[in-house]
């Protein structure tokens, strides 16, 4: 009251942040408004802010901005280096980049170190200025030479990715560690990272997750969303799916593409939430609003299986199309496929090559795949079985399950290499021991029938039940003819029969024919040969030279039909056709 600017002006502080008062906004005005009146700096920079936020006074963003000028053109550096934000946000006043940027260098020669890193950002984005990485960097080092945590921070980016100097992991680690200690949430975040993956420093998971926690209780939504990951994965931690959820959601308020994506895969798989395909494909196309390329590829999926959504394949085409667009390995793959099967497009083989190309460049193990089978068939390019059977082996090289049972059979048959059952057998062992489960199928035939390895009727009988549990047609045929044969377990013609019945339901040509074997001869089952007839009937349509072979024989003998030559010997010749001995002869 006896006009003490310092003291008006504190006094205004402790309405405006309630320290020993209770919070009055009107009385911080009435105070900073008095200092400021006899031109007290700091007073006038409060007093601005007040009038930029609408607290204690009616918003107005002009009245901030002339006081804001009124204290920089006094050479306050810090209302310079606010009204250079002004500028470059267009806070007040029309964006004016090249004003922010020299609002900036005026406080940053007065040695600011906000102001400092704020240019340094400018010659970085080409704010108002050119693009200057050597310059940034220097700037940011007056900065960083003060503590000042966020230039530290950027400094450390530098350094790590090389901009504006030689790239140096360790330095950047460093960077990061001395801004993280100042609290400063995206450096804690970035120290998270390095401890993770071990990017300049040892890689210590539990201190990474502890860097992480810093972030996300700051509010910082990629830290927030990396610490949810490891509690999804258990990264440093106990896994834990329903801990992860409530960080996911903080993230995915801030619109964090990652966080989105990663909350929509929680919901279609019920991973730490209830499954619910529909708010998982709501989370994608939040994520996908925001060109997030993992759930534009995600939210095709949905659109191509129909899971959430409804089923429109040209929209999945769409959206892979985006995905790919930005250099989406698995959706640039997805993209290939669709045009190789015609899936919500024409079928385009020719189209699909450079997509899967795009993807197979990025080492993508599905299309490198893909992309044998293009080879070896000749889909789409010319064929060319030994460049097949390469990226067959590019793909197995990277634990693909599919490229390495696919690699098998090429050594079982000696396409695109030199034959070689035994190693043919070893690829099908890595792909069956991973779970995939034409491999499961493929090493219990070889153990069945000697193939590259000892017969061994036991261990044929393990990995076909291992297939034969996911439902393998195949592999249920051949567990069927171990149970009428009595190989690898006892001899049950009924259990054979049932075995049968349940790959030919699967609509599985060999099982329908043995099935019908079974009904011709009455073993396992009651005989029925009119009933033999109708699955011979199935089985041949499918193509299946024995099945056409036996239908054939049935017209001719009238077994469970009329004899009636003229319709046996089409089946017949279909089946000679295929090289079918019973039918040549």
Not at 155 to 167: K, N, P, S, T, V
Not at 253 to 282: F, I, T, W
Not at 518 to 532: H, I, L, R, S
Request: hydrophobic share 35%; proline share 3%; glycine share 10%.
């Amino acid at each position: 009251e006896l006009g003490d600017t310092s003291v008006q002006y504190d006094l205004g502080e402790h309405y405006a942040s309630g320290d020993g008062v209770e919070t009055d906004f009107e009385k911080a005005v009435y105070w900073f408004s008095q200092a400021a009146e006899v031109g007290d700096l700091r007073a006038i920079e409060a007093l601005a802010r007040c009038y930029f936020e609408g607290r204690g006074v009616e918003k107005d963003e002009k009245k901030g901005l002339e006081l804001l000028t009124q204290a920089a053109e006094q050479d306050s550096c810090s209302a310079q280096c606010e009204l250079g934000l002004c500028y470059e946000n267009a806070d007040g006043t029309e964006r004016d980049p090249k004003a922010a940027a020299e609002w900036y260098r005026q406080a940053a020669d007065q040695d600011y170190a906000p102001a400092q890193c704020n240019l340094a950002v400018c010659y970085l984005n080409e704010i108002g200025v050119e693009k200057d990485e050597a310059a940034a960097v220097q700037w940011l080092q007056k900065a960083a030479d003060q503590g000042f945590p966020r230039a530290l921070n950027i400094l450390g980016d530098c350094h790590f990715h090389g901009i504006g100097m030689e790239e140096d992991e360790v330095q950047a680690a460093e960077c990061y560690r001395k801004a993280a200690q100042q609290g400063h949430p995206p450096a804690n975040y970035n120290l998270g990272l390095c401890l993770e993956l071990g990017l300049g420093m040892e890689k210590d998971a539990e201190a990474a997750v502890a860097e992480y926690l810093k972030s996300a209780e700051q509010g910082y939504a990629p830290g927030q969303c990396n610490l949810a990951f490891c509690y999804l994965v258990g990264g440093g931690c106990e896994a834990d799916p329903q801990a992860a959820i409530p960080w996911l959601e903080k993230a995915a308020e801030q619109e964090h593409p990652r966080a989105l994506g990663l909350l929509g895969s929680c919901y279609r798989d019920g991973n730490g939430v209830e499954q619910d395909l529909a708010r998982a494909a709501g989370y994608f196309e939040k994520a996908s609003a925001l060109d997030y390329p993992p759930s534009l590829c995600d939210l095709g999926l949905c659109y191509e299986m129909g899971e959430g959504v409804e089923q429109d394949q040209p929209r999945a085409v769409e959206l892979y199309t985006r995905a790919g667009e930005l250099g989406h390995a698995p959706s640039q793959c997805n993209l290939g496929y669709c045009y190789l099967r015609g899936i919500g497009c024409e079928a385009d083989a020719a189209k699909a090559i450079p997509w899967l190309q795009k993807a197979a460049e990025q080492d993508y193990p599905r299309a490198l795949d893909l992309l044998g089978d293009c080879y070896l068939y000749g889909d789409g390019v010319e064929k060319d079985e030994q460049r097949g059977a390469d990226y067959y082996r590019q793909a197995a090289e990277r634990n693909y399950s599919v490229a390495l049972c696919d690699l098998g059979l090429c050594y079982e048959n000696g396409t695109g290499v030199e034959m070689d059952k035994a190693q043919a057998v070893s690829y099908y062992l890595q792909a069956a021991e991973r779970g995939y489960v034409p491999a499961q199928c493929n090493l219990g035939y070889c153990y069945l029938e000697g193939i590259g390895c000892e017969v061994d009727n036991q261990k044929a009988v393990e990995w076909l039940e291992k297939a034969a549990q996911d439902g393998y047609p195949r592999a249920i045929a051949l567990l069927a003819g171990c149970y009428r044969d009595g190989r690898g377990v006892a001899q049950d013609a009924a259990e054979a029969a049932s075995r049968y019945a349940q790959a030919a339901e699967m609509n599985y040509a060999p099982a329908l024919c043995d099935l019908g074997l079974c009904y011709e001869m009455g073993d396992g089952v009651e005989k029925d040969e009119a009933k033999a007839v109708e699955y011979y009937t199935r089985s041949a349509e499918l193509g299946n030279a024995a099945a056409q072979c036996n239908l054939g024989y049935c017209y001719l003998r009238g077994i469970g039909c009329e004899t009636d030559a003229a319709k046996a010997i089409p089946w017949l010749e279909r089946a000679a056709e295929q090289g079918h001995p019973r039918a040549l002869d």
